[in-house]
């Protein structure tokens, strides 16, 4: 059996909220064996645990991440919260999904299991590996974010989100080739990744917090505290 990972890194309407909301994993492919049957073939159970263990934005955990987007909210008028929080929450989630999934799967990424497939291999360690690294620097370069709240590394970060989208992009066009079943979930990395990118570029919070450090001003007019309800 050759099985690639199913894809499993904030304003979105509720529905894709929630499916954004639980954790970040960048384990952009997942388990492959190989059998001695001729045609491969993916078992549902499969699928299951390899989507548990892709690159995306999509692990199905919802009460967490219900949890993750009421949080937030609570949090809209700090400088780290709403949608900036939650794509923390997202990014060290993730990483640290990407983390144990690795770990535990290590085994399943050796040449030998690819012996009569070694163009795949090169594909799959291709896009594993720039996946796997443009994750670490996020982590590394938004950490140093929530200490210097500097607008050059916030500048940084954009560019390292990009370079995530395109190496989405690149693996879903291994995906169309290799693993046509990982396609419509692919898709869905995708997006979320844009949507991140779009939400860096765009939101008020960002540019408030990170280039002109005046959130505290800017937070009255962005999220006003509601007015008390007086009765005469």
Known sequence: MLARAIPVNSHAPPCLAVWLSSGKSHLPIGIAKLTIEAKPMVRPISHLALYLSSNNQFIPAFPVGIIAIVVCNIRKRGEIGGWLLFFY???????????????????????????????????????????????????AVSTLLVVVRNWDMLQLLRILLVAQFVAFLGTLMVDVTYFPNSTPLRVGSLISEGFWVAYFFMSDRVRHVFKFHDWDAAVETIHPMPKELSIY
């Open 89 to 139: 929450w997202q990014l060290y989630s993730g990483a640290i999904l990407t983390a144990f999934f690795f770990h535990r799967d290590f085994q399943t990424y050796v040449p030998e299991n690819f012996a009569s497939h070694l163009s795949t291999y090169h594909w799959l360690m291709a896009t594993s590996v720039s996946t796997i690294v443009i994750l670490a620097l996020q982590v």
